[in-house]
């Protein structure tokens, strides 16, 4: 006799089999073995792995009302809200920074929340998402690519970032720490081995460059060698370009990722432990973290 599992329950327990296992680890114990002329990218390696797991929640970018216009097969983005108390929100604001995989981004801006802002496991606000494209996918979902070809959002123009809110006064200072992530040497991002505008450089205001922190952070960028442009949405890679999208998060705003992308271990450094894994699992069951709607599988 065959027993069907809960969804929900599928996903809770493919995710903690990522944390236990160390994440990368634990997907390359399921994938087939590597041949000679595969790259160790993460989107071959992810790409490479069925878990048939489904999540049923249709729920859209994190805290955010639901697209008003639908189409059969798109719809408009619309602006994201922040997940802070109500009496906080005039002095907090939703920003996104994005270079190259996502993973390794969440965990240094959840190092820089804890060391500038002082705040504790339960009041982090980094998540993995998808912002920069011109649109969402039916029911306004943006996904991960998946083998049901569902809002792909490579395809529908977005890049990986990580969605937080801060206060207004202390964007420029994780402006310093987003520039801090490019290689020196190279002046692009670590991981240059991912391709295409599902990486490329990318930041999210309120307002895009009429925001009152742009003069600051357009000196802190030239500083670093690099250049910041308006998007346009839907735009190409940044490799080799050094210069950075910079969007409005009202025209462009942020889609929270699945999941299982949470907290997740990454190719540029160790294994960064359990405790740094399970803060996935507090964030999903305080809400700070909710299903997507995508199929979540890779």
Not at 126 to 140: M, Q, T, W
Not at 233 to 247: A, C, E, S
Not at 268 to 294: I, V
Request: aromatic letters at 10%; one cysteine or more.
């Amino acid at each position: 006799m065959i027993m069907r599992m809960n969804p929900l329950t599928a996903l809770m327990r493919f995710q903690t089999l990522l944390w236990v296992s160390g994440g990368v680890q634990a997907l390359a114990a399921l994938a087939p073995p590597i041949d000679s002329t595969t790259t160790t990218s993460r989107r071959n390696l992810l790409r490479r792995v069925a878990t048939g797991i489904v999540a049923t929640a249709a729920t859209t970018a994190i805290a955010a009302p639901t697209p008003a216009a639908t189409t059969a097969t798109e719809t408009t983005t619309t602006t994201a809200t922040t997940i802070l108390p109500q009496q906080q929100q005039q002095q907090q604001q939703d920003v996104y920074f994005g270079v190259g995989c996502f993973w390794h981004i969440q965990h240094e801006f959840v190092e820089a929340e804890r060391s500038l802002l002082k705040r504790g496991d339960t009041e982090l606000t980094s998540r993995a998402g998808y912002a920069g494209g011109k649109a969402a996918g039916k029911g306004g979902k943006v996904c991960y690519h998946n083998f049901q070809s569902i809002a792909d959002y490579g395809k529908l123009g977005h890049g990986e970032v990580v969605g937080m809110t801060l206060p207004a006064e202390q964007i420029t200072k994780f402006t310093d720490v987003y520039f801090s992530l490019f290689n020196p040497r190279t002046k692009d991002r670590v991981d240059p081995m991912d391709k295409g505008g599902e990486y490329r450089s990318l930041i999210g205001l309120p307002g895009g460059m009429n925001h009152a922190s742009v003069p600051a952070m357009e000196a802190i960028a030239k500083d670093a060698g690099f250049k910041i442009v308006a998007g346009k949405g839907d735009d190409p890679d940044t490799l080799g370009k050094q210069i950075v999208y910079l969007y409005d998060t009202a025209q462009f705003p942020f889609y929270q990722a699945e999941v299982y992308h949470q907290y997740h271990n990454d190719f540029q450094s160790p294994p960064y432990g359990k405790a740094y894994n399970q803060l996935a699992t507090a964030a999903f069951e305080d809400g700070r973290l909710q299903t997507t709607g995508c199929p979540d599988r890779v």
